[in-house]
């Protein structure tokens, strides 16, 4: 089992650009996450997902947009890039909610000029 | 918002002393966990241990959990200088099954 993955592992960015993230699982789990972290900081929630389909917001999700349409798959796009979006992207997926661990992608370091 | 707070910062020990990390949170919680990071990668899951727990260990670790004092820590044994990472407490709160971290604390394990 490769667990969570993501890509790209790195990406540089001019100012207005646009692009997607993929994070993908193969444990079968219904819940996954995106989160943002900043130097210094621990993480903070972009948006989050319930299920095949759904997606709902999270702490931070200003600027980001996400989709859920194959169970496996957790997509969240940046329409137009910003600097204040510079920073490491981690997915994460759960079994269950909020009771058990979350499992981590390696995450995607992305800087915005 | 961060619901926890890790204290201290940051920590520097020698390869085989007890490396001691404390979280304090603010809301009632279901359950607390403690993950590591190690540099440039993804967040590994240490422990959970839930509300009605006072104390839990696996391998070289040690949780504790007041809920009156709403704090916990983490107690490392005789650490090595692979423990040498960030570690963060991140809380599931009652009102609410979303989890949320606190900054962290960065431990370095001198050999």
């Known amino acids: 089992n490769a667990g969570v993955t993501q890509t790209p592992k790195f990406r540089v960015l001019k100012t207005g650009q646009s692009m997607t993230l993929l994070c993908a699982q193969d444990?079968?789990?219904?819940?996954m996450y995106w989160y943002r972290q900043d130097p210094g900081m621990g993480l903070r929630l972009i948006h989050y997902s319930v299920g095949e389909g759904t997606t709902a917001k999270g702490e931070v999700p200003d600027g980001y947009n996400v989709s859920r349409l194959k169970k496996q798959n957790f997509l969240l796009g940046l329409e137009s890039a910003a600097p204040s979006q510079t920073s490491v992207y981690f997915c994460a997926s759960e079994r269950l909610r909020g009771d058990n661990e979350q499992f981590f992608g390696p995450g995607t370091r992305l800087t915005v000029l | 918002s961060q619901q926890g707070e890790e204290d201290p910062q940051a920590l520097s020990i020698q390869e085989g002393e007890n490396a001691t990390m404390n979280c304090s949170y603010k809301?009632?919680?279901?359950?607390l966990q403690w993950y590591r990071q190690n540099s440039g990668r993804g967040l590994v899951h240490l422990i959970l241990?839930?509300?009605?727990?006072r104390e839990k260990h696996s391998g070289r670790l040690r949780v504790t959990l007041d809920t009156s004092k709403k704090s916990s820590s983490l107690l490392i044994t005789a650490s090595r200088a692979a423990d040498t990472a960030s570690y963060f407490c991140?809380?599931?709160?009652?009102?609410?099954?979303?989890?949320?971290f606190g900054g962290g604390t960065r431990l370095m394990v001198k050999p």
């Open positions: 991140a809380t599931v709160p009652n009102a609410g099954n979303m989890l949320t």
């Open positions: 444990m079968n789990h219904e819940y």
């Open positions: 241990i839930r509300s009605n727990e």
């Open positions: 809301t009632s919680i279901n359950n």
